[in-house]
């Protein structure tokens, strides 16, 4: 008989063995392939600088900001407003000036050209003494990027390829949020598991035949044979072990996709919906310096941070019923957006003639763009109170050219820079389990020293003082810990 309880069992073994091991092999895979995802910074090194110059920027990011900030008087390689903008930094080099030159142009070039500079001068004379704005809010990792993006652009393709994840990440969250979660985990685990029992019936089934062939006659057998049926048998008694290896591969291959694709299941960085009021936060928490937390207070005290009521918004606007600000998105005009703070006044029905309110609202159906499962506990407090030291630390250790002042940065990126908010990470288990494993836990923080007493005293004689003991040494990567 075939003896399938000990394939059973083998293959149980194997699964086994396979489910340990990779835990240990996707600790290390994680915590090399993550950082790249949190820290969301230029990684792309550069070798395009035909002239040696190293351009640290990321050119992916310099295409956006170039977009907002330049396309309305340059494009690479044709004349508009001002010149051509590809390859400049190698053109500008090549003539002598440095790249502090550069940036220093870029943030205000009339404060050069009236400094007598003699290379300011002749280009500003050059080019027919047209005034370039001023962009005294790019940051030196802003300029380097939009650099790089001269230097070295990723091709239109990849811009359109973009706006098309874009569509296609919506698209997979719709779909996602239609179907369960967790169902989709099982029925995928289902499939694997129904093709491994499949390969293991066929091989049954085959041998099977085999034992029916013995109680033939050989008269039927020699008939079958003339009648060339050609055994299944013979080929598996051929390819017996080749079959074997095969299944063997196949269930660690399922093993280690399901691992792996449960780490970074969802990754839906980059997704950027329009909403229906144009709700700049580059233009309330980047140039008027709002903190986060004025709109977003739930964020220090609750679970969810929130988005904010409209109330909060007419604190201001009943005072501001248009916009008057010298920074301006290309190809976008001030009338563009004070009809956007109308939006906002027709949907909580206020008149500024009368400055009363007429009682007949509209409720803004802001999309929501960062959205764990029901299964995932996240707490904001968590992070932004008793983790706020640890993870800006962690951060700005990890990005020493990108440091950061404002927790909310580490996990959402530079929000108060965009225009629509942008997905910033990958948000997935991957991601919330390699900070886990590479932030250190602020151990004098006050309100852990309360929460943690005990457990901190006994990591402290465990590790030695002095040691660093990661947010995973105090549980953070146990799965009650985040999944309810
Ligand atoms: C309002 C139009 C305008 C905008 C917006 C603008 N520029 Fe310019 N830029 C110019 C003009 C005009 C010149 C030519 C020099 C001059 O007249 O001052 C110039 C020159 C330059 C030069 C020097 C070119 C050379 O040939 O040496 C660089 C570099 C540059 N711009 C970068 C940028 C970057 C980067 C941005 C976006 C962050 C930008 N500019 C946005 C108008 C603009
Ligand atoms: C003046 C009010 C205001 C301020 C200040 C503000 N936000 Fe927002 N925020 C909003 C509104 C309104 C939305 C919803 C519309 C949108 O997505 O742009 C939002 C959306 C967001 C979202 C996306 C929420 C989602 O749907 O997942 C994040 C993340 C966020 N804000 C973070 C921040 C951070 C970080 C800061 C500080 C740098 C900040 N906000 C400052 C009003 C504000
Ligand atoms: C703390 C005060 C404050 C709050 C709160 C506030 N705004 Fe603003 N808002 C401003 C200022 C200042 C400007 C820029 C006005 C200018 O430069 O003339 C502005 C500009 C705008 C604009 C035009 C620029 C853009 O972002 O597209 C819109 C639309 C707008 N606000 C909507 C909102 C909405 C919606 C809310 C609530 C979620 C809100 N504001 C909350 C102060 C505020
Ligand atoms: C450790 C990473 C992390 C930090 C730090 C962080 N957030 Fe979040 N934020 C998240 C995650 C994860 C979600 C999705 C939560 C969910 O869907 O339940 C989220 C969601 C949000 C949302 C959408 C609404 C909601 O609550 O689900 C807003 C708004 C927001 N964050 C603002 C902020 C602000 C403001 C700060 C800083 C005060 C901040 N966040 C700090 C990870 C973080
Ligand atoms: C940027 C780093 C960072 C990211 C990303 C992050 N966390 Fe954390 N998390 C921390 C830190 C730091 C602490 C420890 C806070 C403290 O000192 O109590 C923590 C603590 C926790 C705890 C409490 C652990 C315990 O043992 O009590 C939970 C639960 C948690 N995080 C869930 C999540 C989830 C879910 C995600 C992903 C959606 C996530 N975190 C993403 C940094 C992070
Ligand atoms: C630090 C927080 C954290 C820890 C610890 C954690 N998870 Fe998760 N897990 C998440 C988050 C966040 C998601 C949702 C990811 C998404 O939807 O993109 C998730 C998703 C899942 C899913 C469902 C995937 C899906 O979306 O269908 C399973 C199953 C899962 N985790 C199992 C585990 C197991 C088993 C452990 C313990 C070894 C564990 N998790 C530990 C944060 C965590």
Known sequence: MFNWIKYYKRGLLALGIFLSTSMLYNAQDVAEEAPEATQNTQEATDDSSSAGIELKGDPEKGADL?????????????????????????????DGQSMEWIHQWIKNSQALVKSGDPYAKKIFEENGSVVMTPFPNLSEADIDDILAYTSNPPD???????????????????????????SIAVIDG????????????????????????????????????????????????????????????????????????????????????????????????????????????????GKVSEIPSLNVCMNCHKAIPEYKGEYLEPGRDRDFYTGEIQKLYSAVGWDPA??????????????????????????????????????????????????????????????????????????TMGWCIDCHRTTEVDMDNTYNQAYFEKLHDKLKKDYGTGAKITVDAIGGIECGKCHY
């Not at 390689?77 to 390859?87: M, S």
Request: with cysteine.
């Open 66 to 94: 170039f977009k907002q900030n330049c396309t309305a008087c340059h494009t690479l390689d044709q004349k508009l407003v001002g010149p051509p903008l590809g390859g400049i930094v190698e053109k500008i080099t090549q």
């Open 156 to 182: 239109e393709a990849a811009s359109a390829a973009e706006d098309q994840a874009n569509q296609q990440i919506a698209e997979q969250i719709a779909k996602k949020n239609a179907v369960d979660n967790t």
């Open 190 to 301: 289902f499939i694997i598991l129904f093709l491994a029992f499949v390969a293991l019936l066929t091989l049954i089934y085959v041998r099977v035949r085999k034992l029916e062939n013995l109680s033939k006659t050989p008269e039927e057998l020699s008939k079958e044979k003339s009648n060339k049926i050609l055994s299944l048998n013979n080929i598996y008694e051929k390819y017996k072990l080749v079959g074997q290896g095969i299944i063997v591969v196949l269930v660690f291959l399922a093993g280690y996709g399901i691992w792996n694709w449960l780490m970074w299941i969802g990754v839906y960085k980059g997704y950027k919906p329009e909403q229906p009021i144009h709700f700049s936060h580059k233009i309330h928490a980047g140039i008027n310096k709002m903190d986060c937390q004025l709109c977003h207070s739930g964020a220090k005290y």
């Open 354 to 427: 009368t400055m009363t309110y007429s009682g007949e609202t509209h409720p803004v159906e802001w999309i929501r763009i960062h959205n764990m499962p029901d299964f995932v506990y996240f707490n904001h407090s968590q992070h932004v109170v008793a983790g706020e030291k640890a993870i800006i630390e962690g951060f700005n250790k990890k990005n020493p050219n990108d440091k950061i002042d404002v927790v909310c940065k580490a996990c959402h990126g530079k929000i108060d820079t965009m225009n629509v908010v942008q997905m910033a990470n990958d948000f």
